[in-house]
């Protein structure tokens, strides 16, 4: 409900939402920017969109920094959010990408993480996250919950403006 919230709120006042996510979780950053766009009336928007830009990205500037970079050239700002999807949230040694940009981010950041949430959690304003229910699938746990959780939240009937087609 709080996510949900923001999510209005950013709306209203004509933010834009920036989706991070890498490997499965950047399936679906990709895969969420379509739902809030088409369906929420939100300016949604993430680098995994444009491959040319952010391979150019990591080839010149590095990976760590890649996603930060592109927050940047976006000129992202306090009116925008951005919204981290990530088994682990972002470390000092995993997910780097995230870590720098959740770190560098002074607005509002939201995420949609596993049981540790990382960097996310502790950086983040609103952070779900997603249980443990069994070690040995917190991966795919996390990512399918990922897709169910975000459907939940564009089909919310405080931010959806756009019917399914089913």
């Given at each position: 409900e709080q996510m949900v919230k923001e999510l209005v709120s950013l709306r209203e006042r004509k933010g834009r939402l920036f989706i991070l996510?890498?490997?499965?979780?950047?399936?679906n950053a990709s895969h969420a920017v379509n739902d809030f766009?088409?369906?929420c009336g939100i300016q949604a928007f993430t680098p995994l969109d444009n491959v040319a830009e952010l391979t150019a990205r990591?080839?010149?500037?590095?990976?760590?920094?890649c996603f930060k970079d592109w927050l940047e050239g976006s000129q992202a700002d306090a009116n925008d959010v951005v919204l981290v999807l990530s088994v682990g949230g972002g470390t000092d040694r995993?997910?780097?990408?995230?870590?720098?940009?959740?770190?560098?981010?002074?607005g509002k950041t939201l995420?949609?993480?596993g049981p540790n949430g990382g960097m996310t959690k502790k950086y983040g304003h609103t952070v779900i996250n997603v249980p443990l229910?069994?070690?040995?699938?917190?991966?795919?746990?996390?990512?399918?919950w990922q897709s169910v959780i975000l459907h939940c939240i564009v089909s919310h009937p405080d931010l959806q403006i756009r019917k399914t087609k089913w």
């Open positions: 996510g890498l490997g499965g979780s950047g399936a766009r088409k369906l990591i080839n010149d500037e590095g990976g760590d920094t995993v997910s780097t990408p995230l870590t720098f940009s959740v770190r560098w981010f002074y995420g949609i993480v229910v069994n070690p040995e699938r917190i991966t795919p746990h996390t990512e399918g």
